[in-house]
């Protein structure tokens, strides 16, 4: 794949506001041996359990919306003891078409994105969606209880 010199220099520069702005969990690589990128790192939930989010950057980046999928733990289970992934597009539990077992998480309308959306945003509503994902489990409810859909514009 062919990156611009304008979208390394845009990934290096979304690696330093993670570093800099309190999301050093996270960062961006690159991966030389087929020149692609990815940004990644474990979010610590409030309760103390780790979730590994991973954010393979698409080619069209930053134009492109990125997709975050939670790699850890595997699989993510409900709580009914089935994975989130099986329910693959939901509403309920806020959540896109899944990689196997990894569900990803909806974090951004497609029609909504746009170039300005930095990565930190991205973890941000990652981990809002950790926190959300916690909360079912514990009582059932779904992440769309906790967590608001985004609205179309008019």
């Excluded at 950057?57 to 992934?85: C, E, H, N, Q």
Aim: hydrophobic share 35%.
């Amino acid at each position: 794949m062919g990156w611009t010199s304008e979208q390394r220099q845009r990934l290096a520069m979304e690696h330093q506001v993670l570093q800099r702005e309190g999301f050093d969990q996270f960062g961006v690589y690159h991966y030389a041996s087929d020149d692609s990128y990815s940004a990644s790192g474990t979010a610590t939930a409030n309760s103390g359990y780790q979730y590994r989010l991973w954010v393979p950057i698409p080619s069209g980046y930053p134009y492109a919306r990125p997709p975050m999928y939670v790699t850890s733990p595997d699989p993510l289970l409900m709580r009914d003891g089935k994975p989130v992934a099986s329910l693959g597009v939901s509403h309920q539990m806020h959540t896109l078409a899944p990689w196997g077992n990894w569900p990803q998480v909806c974090h951004w309308r497609d029609t909504r994105w746009h170039s300005g959306i930095l990565l930190q945003k991205v973890f941000l509503k990652g981990l809002i969606w950790i926190e959300a994902y916690e909360q079912h489990v514990a009582t059932g409810c779904s992440v769309a209880d906790f967590v608001s859909t985004m609205a179309e514009r008019a």
